[in-house]
Structure formats: C-alpha cells, structure tokens
C-alpha cells in the first residue's frame, strides 16, 4: 500500500502512512510515517474566492509533509472535504444494485442539491433495503466539480504524488472506526471537533445512519482563551491543551465547558433527528477524535451528558511502528488527531 492519508484542515495538515501485510486475523498494520504541519490561518476558508492559495497552500503543506516526514514511498495521495464544499444527505430511492446506483443516482438526486447537476461529481452507497415497499436508503455524497478540480490540481502541483482518492471527512472516520473494530454493531457517535467544525456521524447497528456538520470547532475556544486572558494564540492554544496552566484555571475550565456544551447539544440535536425519524434510537458508546479530543474532562462531559460510555478513538494504539522513528508518547497524543489521515491511508488506490 502507497496511499498517503493527507487531512487537511483550516488549521493543520496531517498525514499518514501505513504498510498492510496478511489478511483477516493475520494482518499486521505498520506505522511508515506520519506528521502533522500548521495550515495558513485562513486561506483553506476562501476556496470561492482565492481557489490558487488554497491550492498552493495544500501543495507545499503536502511537499513538507513527505519531505519532514520521510513518506517518499507513497506515492499516491487519498484527500477528503468537508463543509460547504459537499453535501451529504440520506435519501430513499427504490431498489436497484450498487452497480446499478450510479445510472440512476443523478436523476434521483437532481432534487436535494442546490446546483445545476453538471456542475456537481456524484456519488452513492446503499445503507439498507425495505423489500416490504421496494425501497432503500442511500448515502448521497455530492461535491463541485470546481473543488474537486482544486484538490487534484493541489496533489499535481507536488510533481511526485498522484491523486488516488477523494472522500468525505466523516465517511474516512467511519472507515477508520470499521477497520479497528470490523464486527461492531453498535450504535455509535462518532465526532471530530475539529479546528472550525464539528463532524458527527451516527451508526447504526455499526453502518452510518446519520451524518452532521456544525461550525463550533476548537478554533473558537482558542479566541475565547485569548479574549479572556490577553494572551497570544500560541499560548491560548497551550492553555487549551493543558500544556500551560491559565492565569485564571477557575475562568479557564468556565470557558471550556461553554463551549463544550454547545458540543453536547449538536451531538444532541443528530441523535434528536434520528430518534424522530424512527423513535427507537439509543446510543451504545460514544468515540472522541480531533485535535479536540484530548481536552482534559471532555470524554467525561459526554458520558454524564448521554449516560453512555465515552472514550478518545486513537487507531494507532495497537498498530506497530519503528520505536527508534517514534516515540510511543507522542503515537499518543497526536493518535486522536489521525482518525481521518488513518481512514484514508488504508484506502487502495482508485486509479487505472
């Protein structure tokens, strides 16, 4: 396998590769390379406008990261959107095959996207069948064509990797979830808080149900850090992570469960939605992932709120990796921030 995993997001750029031998019970996962670099404050935000320094921006993000990060033997690129640049809606169509979906997908969908059909790339993966009415539920993914375009053409700008795939952020933390516990069936929560989103995917009976997106990420506790304290970004995001204490810890833990109530109550207002659509949803376990997913009481705010265990997701716990290239510590820490970059790096190259 060659695919590196690239998550990049508003704030930072990660990326992963992974070496795969055997199958089944007998597959060993090696860690090849990973690494993490910081994004440009605010240009992946201005895709509309200024398409050529996001695109630039990817790129060179994308270079450092092989170069620092010695990840010369991928040599293909699996990226992912989130945001406005796709949308993501379940829908009911009447039954056909996956091979047969995409012939009549555009028709169908033609109805739920808010642009003209051609100017949109497609998508879809059926979730489940009714026989009783000649019906299914399918996963629709849609994103422009324009963004697309700008995330190849970010790849062809680093002249050694070549693009192989393109997902959807959430879809690439199921992918990691599916491959670290493939017999789950559980209703599950998975959410990444990341620097400016929220990405909450609901499984159930271990296949995503329901997926949302909401604009309250971890940048927001940053600002408020440094509103509060006078201080540089730099040492609010220390104070963030806990790695600097606060002039004022009583005001500081004030500041973060604000607003990690406005995370409780997006996760809340997905599981609200599904519950009125069939009235018997429950959570069995919620996971935790993003640069977020480390804040120190966090995973306990989720479990009082929802009464249901809660832990960080980190698909690198039990993977092997070189202990003279990484420490386990740092394997550690940055492991929750890797559930896309993983979901993505374990996807097999989609080209001819």
């Known amino acids: 396998m060659s695919v590196i995993g690239f998550d990049i997001g508003t704030y930072a ?8 031998k055997g199958k089944g019970q007998r597959q060993t996962v090696t860690i090849e390379g990973l690494g993490m670099s910081q994004m440009p404050l605010g240009v992946m935000t201005q895709w509309e406008d200024q398409p050529i320094p996001a695109r630039t921006a990817m790129s060179a993000a994308m270079r450092s990261l092989v170069k620092h990060c010695k990840l010369s033997r991928g040599r293909h690129a699996a990226l992912s959107l989130s945001g406005e640049t796709m949308i993501l809606k ?3 169509m009447p039954v056909t095959t996956q091979k047969e979906l995409r012939n009549s997908l555009s028709m169908e969908a033609e109805q739920y996207i808010p642009y003209p059909i051609n100017e949109v790339i497609i998508d879809g993966h059926i979730l489940g069948t009714d026989d009783r009415y000649g019906q299914m539920s399918v996963l629709l993914v849609a ?5 697309v375009f700008n995330y ?3 790849v062809a700008l680093t002249k050694s990797l070549k693009p192989a795939v393109i997902d959807v952020d959430a879809l690439a ?16 929560a998975l959410v990444d808080i990341g620097a400016s989103m929220i990405h909450i995917t609901l499984l159930q009976d271990g296949t995503p149900h329901t997926i949302k997106e909401e604009n309250i990420g971890g940048q927001r506790l940053t600002e408020d850090l440094e509103d509060a304290f006078g201080v540089q970004p730099e040492e609010a995001e220390s104070i963030k992570l806990g790695t600097v204490q606060a002039p004022d810890p009583k005001e500081a833990a004030e500041i973060v469960d604000r607003l990690a109530s406005n995370w409780l109550a997006a996760v809340e207002r997905a599981v609200d ?6 009235g018997d949803y429950n959570l069995d376990r919620i996971l935790l992932a993003g640069g977020c997913a480390n804040l120190n009481g966090l995973p306990e705010h989720f479990r009082r709120h929802f009464n249901v265990p809660t832990e960080v997701f980190n698909p690198l716990k039990n993977l092997k990796s070189n202990p003279k290239k990484f420490d386990r510590a740092y394997l550690d820490y940055i492991g929750p921030q890797m559930a896309v970059s993983f979901g993505l790096a374990i996807r097999k190259p989609e080209i001819n």
């Open 152 to 154: 190849i053409q970010a």
């Open 173 to 188: 933390f199921f992918n990691a979830y599916d491959f670290i516990f493939p017999a789950n069936r559980d209703n599950v």
């Open 13 to 20: 750029a990660k990326a992963l590769l992974l070496s795969v």
């Open 143 to 147: 994103a422009r064509k324009e963004v």
């Open 273 to 278: 939605s599904v519950k009125s659509e069939q």
């Open 90 to 92: 379940k829908i009911t």
